[in-house]
Protein backbone atom coordinates (compact mmCIF):
# COMPACT_ATOMS: atom_id res chain seq x y z
CA UNK A 1 0.00 0.00 0.00
CA UNK A 2 2.51 2.42 0.99
CA UNK A 3 5.11 1.63 -2.40
CA UNK A 4 1.89 1.83 -4.38
CA UNK A 5 1.18 6.09 -2.44
CA UNK A 6 5.09 6.66 -3.11
CA UNK A 7 4.04 5.26 -6.71
CA UNK A 8 1.17 7.38 -7.75
CA UNK A 9 3.07 10.80 -5.86
CA UNK A 10 5.28 10.33 -8.61
CA UNK A 11 3.15 10.89 -11.36
CA UNK A 12 1.78 14.66 -11.54
CA UNK A 13 -1.64 13.98 -12.44
CA UNK A 14 -2.18 11.40 -9.52
CA UNK A 15 -0.60 13.79 -7.19
CA UNK A 16 -3.07 16.16 -7.50
CA UNK A 17 -5.61 13.50 -7.39
CA UNK A 18 -4.54 12.74 -3.99
CA UNK A 19 -4.15 16.40 -2.66
CA UNK A 20 -7.65 17.07 -3.91
CA UNK A 21 -8.77 14.29 -1.85
CA UNK A 22 -6.57 15.09 1.14
CA UNK A 23 -8.20 19.11 0.73
CA UNK A 24 -11.68 17.66 0.67
CA UNK A 25 -11.57 15.28 3.70
CA UNK A 26 -10.02 18.77 5.49
CA UNK A 27 -13.22 20.38 4.75
CA UNK A 28 -14.88 17.72 5.78
CA UNK A 29 -13.11 17.61 9.30
CA UNK A 30 -14.03 21.59 9.81
CA UNK A 31 -17.25 21.14 8.92
CA UNK A 32 -17.71 18.23 11.83
CA UNK A 33 -16.19 20.78 14.13
CA UNK A 34 -18.38 23.80 13.47
CA UNK A 35 -21.58 22.92 15.95
CA UNK A 36 -25.02 24.15 14.89
CA UNK A 37 -26.18 27.37 17.13
CA UNK A 38 -29.09 26.83 19.75
CA UNK A 39 -27.82 23.39 21.27
CA UNK A 40 -26.23 22.65 24.64
CA UNK A 41 -23.78 20.47 23.18
CA UNK A 42 -21.64 19.55 25.64
CA UNK A 43 -24.88 17.92 27.64
CA UNK A 44 -25.94 16.76 24.60
CA UNK A 45 -21.94 14.79 23.88
CA UNK A 46 -22.33 12.92 27.59
CA UNK A 47 -25.58 11.48 26.59
CA UNK A 48 -24.91 10.73 23.13
CA UNK A 49 -21.76 8.87 24.74
CA UNK A 50 -23.98 6.85 27.50
CA UNK A 51 -26.18 5.27 24.46
CA UNK A 52 -23.67 3.22 22.31
CA UNK A 53 -25.67 0.46 22.50
CA UNK A 54 -28.54 2.16 20.06
CA UNK A 55 -29.07 3.93 16.91
CA UNK A 56 -27.78 6.99 18.10
CA UNK A 57 -24.17 4.99 19.03
CA UNK A 58 -24.35 3.90 15.32
CA UNK A 59 -24.91 7.54 13.71
CA UNK A 60 -21.90 8.89 15.78
CA UNK A 61 -19.55 6.48 14.91
CA UNK A 62 -20.59 6.60 10.97
CA UNK A 63 -20.39 10.61 11.33
CA UNK A 64 -17.03 10.75 13.51
CA UNK A 65 -18.59 12.21 16.73
CA UNK A 66 -19.82 14.79 14.35
CA UNK A 67 -23.46 13.97 15.50
CA UNK A 68 -23.01 13.95 19.23
CA UNK A 69 -21.62 17.21 18.92
CA UNK A 70 -24.39 18.65 16.90
CA UNK A 71 -21.66 20.00 14.55
CA UNK A 72 -23.30 21.16 10.85
CA UNK A 73 -22.24 17.76 9.34
CA UNK A 74 -24.00 15.66 11.97
CA UNK A 75 -25.99 13.38 9.69
CA UNK A 76 -22.91 12.80 7.50
CA UNK A 77 -23.41 11.06 4.36
CA UNK A 78 -26.22 8.73 5.96
CA UNK A 79 -29.25 10.15 3.94
CA UNK A 80 -27.34 9.29 1.19
CA UNK A 81 -26.48 6.03 1.71
CA UNK A 82 -30.35 5.27 2.43
CA UNK A 83 -31.23 6.75 -0.48
CA UNK A 84 -29.08 4.84 -2.35
CA UNK A 85 -29.99 1.35 -1.13
CA UNK A 86 -33.95 2.54 -1.24
CA UNK A 87 -33.34 3.39 -4.68
CA UNK A 88 -31.83 0.60 -5.35
CA UNK A 89 -34.63 -2.12 -3.94
CA UNK A 90 -37.01 -0.02 -5.88
CA UNK A 91 -35.42 -0.73 -8.90
CA UNK A 92 -36.37 -4.09 -8.72
CA UNK A 93 -40.03 -3.51 -7.20
CA UNK A 94 -40.78 -0.76 -10.02
CA UNK A 95 -40.64 -1.49 -13.43
CA UNK A 96 -40.43 1.65 -14.76
CA UNK A 97 -37.05 2.42 -13.18
CA UNK A 98 -35.90 -1.07 -13.83
CA UNK A 99 -36.01 -0.04 -17.46
CA UNK A 100 -34.01 3.05 -16.36
CA UNK A 101 -31.37 1.38 -14.36
CA UNK A 102 -30.90 -1.40 -17.63
CA UNK A 103 -32.35 0.24 -20.56
CA UNK A 104 -31.63 3.98 -19.84
CA UNK A 105 -28.20 3.50 -20.81
CA UNK A 106 -25.75 7.00 -19.95
CA UNK A 107 -29.29 9.52 -19.67
CA UNK A 108 -30.85 6.80 -17.50
CA UNK A 109 -27.83 6.56 -15.38
CA UNK A 110 -28.16 10.95 -14.98
CA UNK A 111 -32.04 10.12 -14.23
CA UNK A 112 -31.73 7.73 -11.34
CA UNK A 113 -28.77 9.77 -9.74
CA UNK A 114 -31.09 12.72 -9.62
CA UNK A 115 -33.82 10.93 -8.04
CA UNK A 116 -30.87 9.58 -5.18
CA UNK A 117 -30.46 13.31 -4.54
CA UNK A 118 -33.91 14.31 -4.49
CA UNK A 119 -34.22 11.33 -2.20
CA UNK A 120 -31.36 12.14 -0.04
CA UNK A 121 -32.95 15.78 0.67
CA UNK A 122 -36.57 14.54 1.60
CA UNK A 123 -34.39 11.57 4.09
CA UNK A 124 -32.27 14.69 5.30
CA UNK A 125 -35.32 16.77 5.86
CA UNK A 126 -36.46 13.64 7.85
CA UNK A 127 -33.57 12.94 9.96
CA UNK A 128 -33.53 16.21 10.86
CA UNK A 129 -36.60 17.26 12.17
CA UNK A 130 -36.13 13.59 14.23
CA UNK A 131 -33.55 15.09 15.75
CA UNK A 132 -34.50 18.20 16.35
CA UNK A 133 -37.50 16.89 18.07
CA UNK A 134 -35.51 14.60 20.37
CA UNK A 135 -33.44 17.81 21.25
CA UNK A 136 -36.22 19.51 22.08
CA UNK A 137 -37.60 17.18 24.41
CA UNK A 138 -34.07 16.20 25.77
CA UNK A 139 -33.11 13.54 27.38
CA UNK A 140 -35.66 12.47 30.74
CA UNK A 141 -37.76 15.79 29.80
CA UNK A 142 -34.86 17.88 29.65
CA UNK A 143 -34.65 19.72 26.38
CA UNK A 144 -31.41 20.11 25.04
CA UNK A 145 -31.61 23.58 22.93
CA UNK A 146 -30.64 26.90 24.38
CA UNK A 147 -33.21 28.97 22.62
CA UNK A 148 -36.86 27.97 22.27
CA UNK A 149 -38.68 29.21 19.08
CA UNK A 150 -39.54 28.41 15.65
CA UNK A 151 -36.50 30.36 14.09
CA UNK A 152 -34.20 27.91 16.33
CA UNK A 153 -35.97 25.34 15.14
CA UNK A 154 -35.59 26.50 11.33
CA UNK A 155 -31.88 27.23 11.94
CA UNK A 156 -31.12 23.72 13.42
CA UNK A 157 -33.16 21.92 10.84
CA UNK A 158 -31.68 23.93 8.16
CA UNK A 159 -28.26 23.55 8.91
CA UNK A 160 -28.15 19.57 8.96
CA UNK A 161 -30.14 19.00 5.63
CA UNK A 162 -27.59 22.02 4.08
CA UNK A 163 -24.41 19.79 5.76
CA UNK A 164 -26.06 16.41 4.29
CA UNK A 165 -26.48 17.95 1.21
CA UNK A 166 -22.82 19.62 1.09
CA UNK A 167 -21.61 16.23 1.70
CA UNK A 168 -23.45 14.30 -0.75
CA UNK A 169 -21.77 17.30 -3.33
CA UNK A 170 -18.04 17.00 -1.97
CA UNK A 171 -18.21 12.79 -2.06
CA UNK A 172 -19.40 13.17 -5.89
CA UNK A 173 -16.77 15.15 -6.32
CA UNK A 174 -13.82 12.91 -4.82
CA UNK A 175 -15.26 10.24 -7.14
CA UNK A 176 -14.76 12.67 -9.96
CA UNK A 177 -11.45 14.33 -9.18
CA UNK A 178 -9.68 12.87 -6.54
CA UNK A 179 -9.01 8.65 -6.02
CA UNK A 180 -11.92 6.53 -4.88
CA UNK A 181 -15.10 6.30 -3.85
CA UNK A 182 -15.77 9.72 -2.31
CA UNK A 183 -19.11 8.68 -0.55
CA UNK A 184 -16.77 5.25 0.61
CA UNK A 185 -13.89 7.50 2.03
CA UNK A 186 -15.88 9.97 3.76
CA UNK A 187 -17.17 7.59 5.66
CA UNK A 188 -13.66 5.88 6.21
CA UNK A 189 -12.60 9.53 7.06
CA UNK A 190 -15.54 9.95 9.68
CA UNK A 191 -14.63 6.56 11.60
CA UNK A 192 -10.88 7.14 11.33
CA UNK A 193 -11.51 10.09 13.07
CA UNK A 194 -12.80 8.55 16.27
CA UNK A 195 -9.32 6.04 16.31
CA UNK A 196 -7.76 8.53 19.45
CA UNK A 197 -10.72 8.99 21.36
CA UNK A 198 -11.63 5.07 21.17
CA UNK A 199 -7.93 4.78 21.96
CA UNK A 200 -7.92 6.89 24.68
CA UNK A 201 -11.39 5.61 26.08
CA UNK A 202 -9.76 1.91 26.36
CA UNK A 203 -6.19 3.33 27.74
CA UNK A 204 -8.16 4.96 30.45
CA UNK A 205 -10.37 2.11 31.32
CA UNK A 206 -7.33 -0.13 31.71
CA UNK A 207 -5.53 2.13 33.80
CA UNK A 208 -8.72 2.92 36.31
CA UNK A 209 -8.88 -0.81 36.19
CA UNK A 210 -5.38 -1.64 37.03
CA UNK A 211 -5.21 0.45 39.68
CA UNK A 212 -7.92 -0.57 41.49
CA UNK A 213 -8.37 -4.43 40.02
CA UNK A 214 -7.48 -7.35 42.76
CA UNK A 215 -3.75 -7.96 42.30
CA UNK A 216 -4.84 -11.88 41.88
CA UNK A 217 -6.44 -10.91 38.85
CA UNK A 218 -4.85 -8.16 37.63
CA UNK A 219 -2.34 -10.24 35.97
CA UNK A 220 -4.61 -10.77 33.14
CA UNK A 221 -4.02 -7.00 31.63
CA UNK A 222 -0.78 -7.27 32.68
CA UNK A 223 1.52 -5.22 30.11
CA UNK A 224 3.49 -8.48 29.27
CA UNK A 225 0.13 -9.27 27.26
CA UNK A 226 -0.28 -5.98 25.15
CA UNK A 227 1.69 -7.07 22.32
CA UNK A 228 -0.17 -10.36 22.53
CA UNK A 229 -3.57 -7.71 22.31
CA UNK A 230 -1.73 -5.89 19.31
CA UNK A 231 -1.63 -9.23 17.82
CA UNK A 232 -4.68 -10.35 17.82
CA UNK A 233 -6.00 -7.17 16.55
CA UNK A 234 -3.83 -7.12 13.47
CA UNK A 235 -4.86 -11.17 12.94
CA UNK A 236 -8.12 -9.55 12.88
CA UNK A 237 -7.27 -7.19 10.24
CA UNK A 238 -5.42 -9.83 8.29
CA UNK A 239 -8.46 -12.34 8.49
CA UNK A 240 -11.23 -8.89 6.88
CA UNK A 241 -8.19 -8.21 4.43
CA UNK A 242 -8.12 -12.18 3.11
CA UNK A 243 -12.04 -12.58 2.81
CA UNK A 244 -12.64 -9.03 1.15
CA UNK A 245 -10.81 -10.43 -1.35
CA UNK A 246 -11.87 -13.86 -1.00
CA UNK A 247 -13.24 -15.08 -3.89
CA UNK A 248 -15.08 -18.70 -5.94
CA UNK A 249 -14.10 -18.84 -9.53
CA UNK A 250 -16.72 -20.81 -11.22
CA UNK A 251 -14.96 -21.96 -14.90
CA UNK A 252 -16.45 -21.24 -17.79
CA UNK A 253 -15.89 -22.55 -21.55
CA UNK A 254 -17.07 -20.72 -24.73
CA UNK A 255 -18.44 -23.25 -27.77
CA UNK A 256 -16.76 -22.91 -30.78
CA UNK A 257 -18.93 -21.16 -33.64
CA UNK A 258 -17.93 -20.08 -37.50
CA UNK A 259 -18.97 -16.77 -38.72
CA UNK A 260 -17.78 -16.43 -42.16
CA UNK A 261 -14.48 -17.71 -42.84
CA UNK A 262 -13.60 -17.02 -38.84
CA UNK A 263 -14.05 -18.96 -35.89
CA UNK A 264 -14.70 -17.58 -32.87
CA UNK A 265 -15.53 -18.99 -29.00
CA UNK A 266 -13.51 -21.83 -27.63
CA UNK A 267 -11.73 -19.79 -24.67
CA UNK A 268 -12.16 -20.47 -21.36
CA UNK A 269 -13.41 -17.75 -18.89
CA UNK A 270 -14.65 -18.01 -15.18
CA UNK A 271 -17.37 -16.17 -13.02
CA UNK A 272 -15.67 -14.26 -9.68
CA UNK A 273 -18.13 -14.78 -7.20
CA UNK A 274 -17.32 -12.69 -3.83
CA UNK A 275 -17.31 -14.44 -0.51
CA UNK A 276 -18.78 -11.82 1.03
CA UNK A 277 -20.71 -9.60 -1.92
CA UNK A 278 -22.65 -7.66 0.46
CA UNK A 279 -20.15 -5.86 2.55
CA UNK A 280 -20.55 -4.02 5.47
CA UNK A 281 -24.94 -3.65 4.96
CA UNK A 282 -26.03 -6.79 6.97
CA UNK A 283 -24.55 -5.45 9.65
CA UNK A 284 -25.54 -1.95 9.40
CA UNK A 285 -29.21 -3.44 8.92
CA UNK A 286 -29.03 -5.69 11.49
CA UNK A 287 -27.73 -3.36 14.48
CA UNK A 288 -30.17 -0.63 13.50
CA UNK A 289 -32.67 -3.28 13.75
CA UNK A 290 -31.49 -4.40 16.91
CA UNK A 291 -30.79 -1.19 18.93
CA UNK A 292 -34.76 -0.28 18.41
CA UNK A 293 -35.80 -1.34 21.79
CA UNK A 294 -32.84 0.57 23.29
CA UNK A 295 -33.58 3.52 21.15
CA UNK A 296 -37.16 3.82 21.91
CA UNK A 297 -36.37 3.24 25.94
CA UNK A 298 -34.33 6.85 24.96
CA UNK A 299 -37.42 8.67 24.84
CA UNK A 300 -39.56 7.14 27.59
CA UNK A 301 -39.09 9.36 30.94
CA UNK A 302 -40.48 6.99 33.45
CA UNK A 303 -39.49 3.99 33.05
CA UNK A 304 -41.27 0.86 34.66
CA UNK A 305 -39.98 -2.67 35.95
CA UNK A 306 -41.47 -4.21 32.84
CA UNK A 307 -39.95 -2.14 30.65
CA UNK A 308 -36.51 -1.76 32.51
CA UNK A 309 -36.42 -5.65 32.42
CA UNK A 310 -37.36 -5.84 28.95
CA UNK A 311 -34.40 -3.11 28.22
CA UNK A 312 -31.93 -5.67 30.50
CA UNK A 313 -32.91 -8.54 28.38
CA UNK A 314 -32.33 -6.81 25.03
CA UNK A 315 -29.14 -4.63 26.03
CA UNK A 316 -26.13 -4.91 23.93
CA UNK A 317 -23.99 -6.96 25.92
CA UNK A 318 -26.55 -9.42 26.37
CA UNK A 319 -27.12 -12.78 24.98
CA UNK A 320 -30.62 -12.13 23.41
CA UNK A 321 -29.57 -9.51 21.89
CA UNK A 322 -26.63 -11.07 19.98
CA UNK A 323 -28.40 -13.94 18.85
CA UNK A 324 -31.01 -11.71 17.23
CA UNK A 325 -28.42 -10.00 16.12
CA UNK A 326 -26.16 -13.05 14.21
CA UNK A 327 -29.81 -14.00 13.22
CA UNK A 328 -30.77 -10.51 11.61
CA UNK A 329 -27.06 -10.62 9.91
CA UNK A 330 -27.54 -13.87 8.46
CA UNK A 331 -30.79 -12.87 6.79
CA UNK A 332 -29.95 -9.40 5.40
CA UNK A 333 -27.29 -11.47 4.17
CA UNK A 334 -29.00 -13.54 2.10
CA UNK A 335 -31.50 -11.06 1.13
CA UNK A 336 -29.19 -8.48 -0.10
CA UNK A 337 -27.84 -11.12 -2.02
CA UNK A 338 -30.52 -12.18 -3.65
CA UNK A 339 -31.01 -8.46 -5.28
CA UNK A 340 -27.36 -8.36 -6.15
CA UNK A 341 -26.60 -11.76 -7.87
CA UNK A 342 -29.72 -13.09 -10.23
CA UNK A 343 -28.46 -17.05 -11.06
CA UNK A 344 -31.74 -17.07 -13.60
CA UNK A 345 -30.13 -13.93 -15.29
CA UNK A 346 -26.96 -15.06 -15.49
CA UNK A 347 -27.40 -18.21 -16.74
CA UNK A 348 -29.76 -16.95 -19.28
CA UNK A 349 -26.85 -15.11 -20.84
CA UNK A 350 -24.00 -17.17 -20.60
CA UNK A 351 -26.86 -19.88 -23.07
CA UNK A 352 -27.10 -16.43 -25.45
CA UNK A 353 -23.64 -16.22 -25.51
CA UNK A 354 -22.72 -19.65 -26.49
CA UNK A 355 -20.99 -20.57 -22.67
CA UNK A 356 -21.71 -23.47 -19.86
CA UNK A 357 -20.26 -24.73 -16.93
CA UNK A 358 -18.18 -28.10 -17.47
CA UNK A 359 -20.49 -30.89 -16.02
CA UNK A 360 -23.79 -28.85 -16.34
CA UNK A 361 -26.19 -28.05 -19.12
CA UNK A 362 -27.25 -24.45 -20.10
CA UNK A 363 -30.57 -23.07 -18.72
CA UNK A 364 -31.81 -24.53 -15.02
CA UNK A 365 -29.26 -26.97 -14.30
CA UNK A 366 -26.37 -23.97 -14.86
CA UNK A 367 -29.20 -21.61 -12.27
CA UNK A 368 -29.42 -24.60 -9.57
CA UNK A 369 -26.37 -24.90 -9.53
CA UNK A 370 -25.18 -21.25 -9.22
CA UNK A 371 -28.09 -20.65 -6.80
CA UNK A 372 -26.47 -23.72 -4.89
CA UNK A 373 -22.96 -21.88 -4.79
CA UNK A 374 -24.57 -18.88 -4.14
CA UNK A 375 -26.23 -20.09 -0.99
CA UNK A 376 -23.38 -21.73 0.94
CA UNK A 377 -20.99 -18.63 -0.15
CA UNK A 378 -23.88 -16.20 1.61
CA UNK A 379 -23.81 -19.17 4.71
CA UNK A 380 -20.21 -18.55 4.68
CA UNK A 381 -20.37 -14.68 4.46
CA UNK A 382 -22.44 -14.31 6.94
CA UNK A 383 -20.92 -15.77 9.66
CA UNK A 384 -17.66 -14.14 9.28
CA UNK A 385 -19.68 -10.99 9.53
CA UNK A 386 -21.53 -12.16 12.70
CA UNK A 387 -18.06 -13.17 14.33
CA UNK A 388 -16.70 -9.74 13.71
CA UNK A 389 -19.55 -7.85 14.11
CA UNK A 390 -20.14 -9.99 17.89
CA UNK A 391 -16.38 -10.22 18.59
CA UNK A 392 -16.19 -6.56 20.37
CA UNK A 393 -19.19 -7.15 22.09
CA UNK A 394 -17.56 -10.65 23.63
CA UNK A 395 -14.34 -9.22 24.47
CA UNK A 396 -16.25 -5.83 26.14
CA UNK A 397 -18.36 -8.89 28.38
CA UNK A 398 -14.82 -10.36 29.09
CA UNK A 399 -13.50 -7.11 30.58
CA UNK A 400 -16.73 -6.08 32.28
CA UNK A 401 -16.31 -9.52 34.23
CA UNK A 402 -12.85 -8.21 35.80
CA UNK A 403 -14.74 -5.26 36.38
CA UNK A 404 -12.84 -2.96 33.52
CA UNK A 405 -14.52 -0.02 31.26
CA UNK A 406 -12.25 -0.51 28.97
CA UNK A 407 -14.63 -2.37 26.59
CA UNK A 408 -17.22 0.29 26.57
CA UNK A 409 -16.21 1.63 23.44
CA UNK A 410 -15.65 -0.94 21.55
CA UNK A 411 -19.38 -1.46 20.68
CA UNK A 412 -19.24 -1.22 16.84
CA UNK A 413 -15.64 -2.16 16.51
CA UNK A 414 -16.14 -4.71 14.21
CA UNK A 415 -18.54 -2.92 11.49
CA UNK A 416 -15.89 0.03 12.03
CA UNK A 417 -13.40 -2.70 11.33
CA UNK A 418 -14.74 -3.75 7.50
CA UNK A 419 -15.06 -0.37 6.53
CA UNK A 420 -12.14 1.03 6.98
CA UNK A 421 -10.23 -2.58 5.69
CA UNK A 422 -12.64 -2.28 2.64
CA UNK A 423 -12.47 1.37 1.55
CA UNK A 424 -8.74 1.18 2.12
CA UNK A 425 -8.51 -2.16 -0.08
CA UNK A 426 -10.80 -0.15 -2.81
CA UNK A 427 -8.91 3.08 -2.55
CA UNK A 428 -5.37 1.31 -3.31
CA UNK A 429 -7.29 -0.41 -6.30
CA UNK A 430 -7.87 2.63 -8.13
CA UNK A 431 -4.61 3.61 -7.60
CA UNK A 432 -3.02 0.60 -8.69
CA UNK A 433 -5.34 1.21 -12.10
CA UNK A 434 -4.28 4.25 -12.20
CA UNK A 435 -1.05 3.64 -12.20
CA UNK A 436 -0.91 0.80 -14.48
CA UNK A 437 -3.01 2.77 -17.48
CA UNK A 438 -0.59 5.31 -16.84
CA UNK A 439 2.29 2.87 -17.22
CA UNK A 440 1.15 0.95 -19.88
CA UNK A 441 3.94 0.90 -22.80
CA UNK A 442 1.78 -0.58 -25.52
CA UNK A 443 2.53 -4.35 -27.32
CA UNK A 444 5.64 -4.36 -28.24
CA UNK A 445 7.44 -4.35 -25.33
Not at 142 to 156: E, H, K, R
Not at 161 to 177: D, H
Amino acid sequence: MIQTIKNAWKVPELRGKILFTVFALLIFRVGSAIPVPFIDTKTLSDYIQSQSGTIFGLLNVMSGDAFAQATVFALSIQPYINSSIIIQLLTIAIPALERLQKEGGEEGKKKLEAITRYATVAIAIIQAFGFYTFLRVGSNGTSLLTVQGVWPAFVIIAAFVAGSAFLMWLGEQITEFGIGNGISIILFAGIVARGPAMVSTIYNGVRAWMANADPKTAIVMHPVFVPFVIIGMLLLVAFIVFITDAERRIPVQYAKRVVGRKMYGGQSSHIPIKVNMSGVLPIIFAQAIASIPATIGMFIPNKGAGWKAFEEIFSPTGLVYSVVYCLLIILFSYFYNTIQFNPVEVANNLKKNGGFIPGFRPGKPTSDFLSKVISRLTMFGAIYLGIVALLPTIVGNIMALFKSSAGSSLGIGGTSVIIVVGVALETVKALEAQLMMRHYKGFLE
